[in-house]
């Protein structure tokens, strides 16, 4: 019987990173990541080439050194989002009356990412886009201003409306346009958020950077990930319907 084989681009969620230390800052993988397992647990192999930092951008550059081989993969995982929406906060810091940007402006991400999922389904496979784990925001605002003055600080804090919270509703809008492309796309999607909005206090779930998934949270990717993959792989067939975005 042939073996499913699926390939993954992304960011560090995707690959599976947690912190390993916060000072000073390290980052490390578990020895088994949550594609290995699922992979494992479903019996089908997972290619994972996501990169930690990864933009949209930088993750159709790596797509685009694999583009040989995306053929030879019957599904390709994308999630990205998390570092899209991020914003150089040192400028906020130091500038807060000026207008900031996010690294990729909604639009453009849409845009984008539409052309990404076309040029996956031209070259003959199917995508599948991971939706994206929360961000916390009061573990992300210290995070974020931890090597920043007081004013700094303070600064990025006025600058967010006088609360963290804005990271992470900011965060979720990536989300919620995301899984609209999905549906207008037809692509399948595997939800790794609902599992943590699910617990009381999904924080607990994250590293101490509000960003990364801790062990805990990493079981929580492992049972989304095998369960979402084991329904499209039982009911779904790979869509080859194009739309009409040009790459």
Not at 52 to 81: C, N, V, W
Not at 94 to 111: G, I, Q
Not at 147 to 169: A, C, D, K, M, Y
Not at 188 to 212: N, Q, R
Request: aromatic letters at 10%; one cysteine or more; hydrophobic letters at 40%.
């Amino acid at each position: 019987m042939k073996t499913i084989k699926i390939c993954a681009f992304g960011d560090s969620v995707m690959k599976g990173t947690i912190v390993e230390s916060m000072n000073p800052l390290q980052y490390t993988l578990p020895q088994m990541t949550f594609t290995d397992i699922a992979a494992q647990k479903l019996g089908i192999q997972i290619d994972n080439y996501a990169r930690f930092g990864s933009t949209l951008a930088t993750g159709e550059k790596i797509l685009i050194r694999h583009i040989a081989a995306i053929p030879q993969y019957d599904y390709i995982l994308l999630k990205f989002g998390g570092n899209d929406c991020d914003y150089h906060w040192e400028a906020i810091a130091a500038e807060p009356e000026r207008v900031h940007h996010p690294f990729t402006p909604l639009t453009e991400f849409m845009l984008e990412y539409e052309k990404l999922v076309n040029k996956i389904r031209l070259l003959g496979s199917s995508p599948i886009i991971i939706s994206l784990t929360p961000v916390e925001p009061q573990k992300y605002f210290r995070h974020i201003t931890r090597n920043l003055s007081e004013s700094g600080r303070q600064n990025v804090l006025e600058w967010l409306g006088g609360t963290p919270n804005f990271i992470s509703e900011w965060h979720e809008m990536y989300n919620i346009k995301l899984m609209e492309l999905a549906v207008r796309l037809g692509i399948p999607v595997i939800d790794i958020t609902s599992p943590f909005y699910s617990k009381p206090a999904y924080g607990e779930m994250l590293c101490e950077d509000g960003i990364h998934p801790n062990l805990e949270g990493q079981k929580l990717l492992t049972s989304a990930l095998y369960d979402g993959l084991g329904n499209i792989l039982s009911s779904a067939k790979p869509v080859s319907g194009i739309s009409p975005v040009i790459c």
